[in-house]
């Protein structure tokens, strides 16, 4: 055994061994290493990893590190830090690979920040040849990102070439992406399509665009139409992996409609908005609201319109926003797009439906569900008012709803639908048809409040979605405020202050070497900021009644002095009944839309509606809103799974987006030698 002494001389000896050692370790672990991925590679570690290496690196690694630390930080949504780090790349000596992830990096910082004519521009001067596959994926998603969503022949092309460098979800996404900008593609941008002769793919897809169009009403035929279409094109990856919409189409399962809940305000101050409602569903029902041979527009009955009973009810809207501010519904105006009247299509009723109506004013919305759902009903129509519509999603039914207004924020809910005479709709509609007619600066005269404020941002939204820019407000006084102007002998001013519309998060800038170049500002933002707001007007909307149209327009035209004077334009809330020989000559010119039952597409069924309804036009609408919820709940599986499935009804052309909102197209008329006319 050896003595205590010899342990500590041999202990003492080894000590110094171990330190050495530890250290050697220490200094190899901090040594620079050596990438072992490529900068052209997918990179799957973090960005504190690659930055740390490259801060202990001094040679030629330390570029690879930086572009594989730069590409982290964009993944990780860390901007402003890739920013910086490629500010800090050298500006000499890379070479040719880390050059061209120079150039991707930069364009999808450009993404990044929001800067997308920036983004698109430098994506331009990279040759995608020169990528490898990972790069290419990138840069395809780099391109479709900057585009921000606008539908067009090059996206297009895009979602095809970046489709086979893509897996598992990511490749649905790619599949499903390419159907919903394929249809949403305008009729003159399919027509004016020229296909290469190796794009073998863009043509399968334009075809089964053709096939979609051709065959959508027809729920059998469109999946027989689709199969063939398969058979036509094995090869292209939409037929071996159906965009989801389309697969809904081939798997598509009728619901039933056998027994109805419909969901309505029978009591209370919104009484009156829930009986014309249930009128129009339970003539829809019976067979009395059939729709026939439509026929040019009638001009409006010499009776005078009955007031609403609601004082806040504006009698002649064509939208109702029915809201329940402190137990208050209040209607407001509403909704149009831009044809000319259309011929509605019959809905084939279900003659065996029962329907139970539910008073939504004497219980809460989970007891009313769970009542209907216990009496057996396979579909729901209803509730009515806005906050019972919001609460919807929380009910969590799982029976199919269509909802009779809309929450003021959209969400997707597989089994509801939501069918709503909004004045926002009527606003955005508004806004595509001045834009049709070639208007440059519109002017919206507006109630004040928020209703004016809604209608006036939902017409500039759309209109800078159709390449225009600055729209002008003015806020238009009540029918006593407007005779007091005119008994001073006043006109109306031409002039507004421009509308800002609702857009997404404005790029920041680039930053070089730690230098921050800000973003020039858009056209639409030089131009609101700067815009003469009392000249060049070429179009004016009115949001108005009757009453205020017949002081509103004279008094425009005393305030033009020149020849070329702006076209008139007018919302569904100035027609009513009781407009007599002489408004219609002092509205010679203006144009307004309305909902086609009311321009003239079902004369009988307008009399039955008016009849019924003692000639108040804001009912007869609400009328027709009841027959066509009749009809969409017969076609709700259609609808929910259909893309661009359409109905023609009394309330317009209607068809649903992606979150199953109906949007309504109407007729635009003109007052033309004291008649009524379609705007061609």
Known sequence: MPSSTTFRTRTGRLIPAIIVAMLLASCSSQAPQTPKESVQDAGTGSADYYLKQAQQSSDDNKANWQLLAIHALLRENRVPEAATQLGQLPQQGLNNAQLIEQQLLSAELLVAQKNGPAASAALGKIDADNLTADQKSRYYQAFITAGQGRASLPLLRAYIAQEPLLQGKAHQANLDATWLALTQLSAQDVNAVVINANENVLQGWLDLLNVWQTNKQDS?????????????????????????????????????TERVALLLPLSGPAKIYGDAIQKGFMAAVNGQANPSTPSQPAAPPATQATPATDPNAAVSTSATDVTAAEGTPTAAPAAAPTVAPVAPSPAPSTPSATVKVYDTSTQPLPALLAQAKQDGATVIVGPLLKDQVSSLTSAQTSLNVLALNQPETEANSPNICYFALSPEDEARDAARHIWSQHKQLPLLMVPGGDFGERIAQAFANEWQKQGGQTVLRQTIGSYADLKQQVSRGGGLRLSGTPVTPAAPAQPTGVTIGGITIPSPPTDAQVTAGSADSSGNVDAIYIVGSQDQLTLIKPMIDLSINTRVKPSLYASSRSYQAGAGPDYRLEMEGMQFSDIPLLAGSNP??????????????????????????????????????????????????LSANGNCVIHRQLPWLQYRKGTLVPVS
């Open 220 to 256: 059998a035929q469109l999946k027989a139409a689709i199969q063939d279409w398969q058979k036509r094109y094995p090869y292209n990856p939409g037929a071996k992996t159906l965009p989801t919409a389309l697969n809904n189409v081939v798997n598509f399962k009728p619901g039933s």
């Open 604 to 653: 009988a069924l307008m009399q039955q509606a008016s009849s019924q309804l003692g000639n108040d036009y804001s009912q007869v609408r609400l009328y027709a809103m009841g027959i066509d919820a009749y009809n969409l709940a017969n076609h709700f599986t259609q609808i929910r799974q259909t893309p661009g499935y359409q109905l023609s009804g009394t309330t317009g052309n």
